[in-house]
């Protein structure tokens, strides 16, 4: 056998398989079902290490999974479709995360302010309410506290009277 012959048969081999990836990317086309380097070696028989030596046919390969699915069931599904889907959906994530921390965070304060109430440690609803009631109520010890007064007065004068009397009885007998 010689060299040219054997080149020959080399570049035979590599036609054939060649045209297997061609026929597995057209496949899976048809098809619909999803394309990866790995399926595509593996249905046409090959090593994926010979699509990665064959940029031409690894542009094929990533190409045709870039491409839009033809279903006939549904709307046509791209990769970027897909991509811009989970960029959406995690940002939706997001601000969803961020809203359950607030919701969070006021549930926890007014469950706080509740549990202090109910504890008897909190001050009442109505403060200005108690305020005035405070007010009022400081008004009526200070006026009892002048009439308190006012009687001790009177008390003592008619103790003394009492007393001048009682003399003035024991005196006269």
């Known amino acids: 056998m010689t060299t040219t012959s054997m080149a020959d048969g080399r570049r035979a081999d590599s036609a054939r398989r060649r045209q297997r990836v061609i026929k597995a990317v057209a496949a899976a086309v048809k098809a619909g079902t999803p394309i990866t380097v790995s399926g595509i070696a593996r249905q046409a028989g090959v090593d994926r290490a010979y699509l990665y030596r064959h940029k031409d046919l690894l542009a094929q390969v990533h190409a045709a999974d870039s491409e839009p699915r033809t279903d006939s069931t549904g709307p046509l599904v791209t990769r970027a479709s897909l991509q811009a889907d989970l960029a959406n959906a995690q940002e939706r994530a997001g601000r969803l995360t961020a809203r359950i921390r607030t919701l969070e965070g006021k549930l926890s304060e007014l469950l706080g302010e509740q549990a202090w109430r109910d504890s008897g440690l909190g001050g009442p609803d109505d403060v200005d309410q108690l305020k005035r009631r405070i007010t009022i109520l400081e008004q009526q010890?200070?006026?009892l506290a002048g009439q308190l007064e006012e009687r001790n007065e009177e008390l003592q004068a008619a103790r003394a009277a009492n007393r001048?009397?009682?003399?003035?009885?024991?005196?006269s007998h």
Request: no cysteine.
């Open 141 to 143: 010890a200070v006026n």
């Open 164 to 171: 001048q009397l009682i003399s003035r009885l024991n005196t």
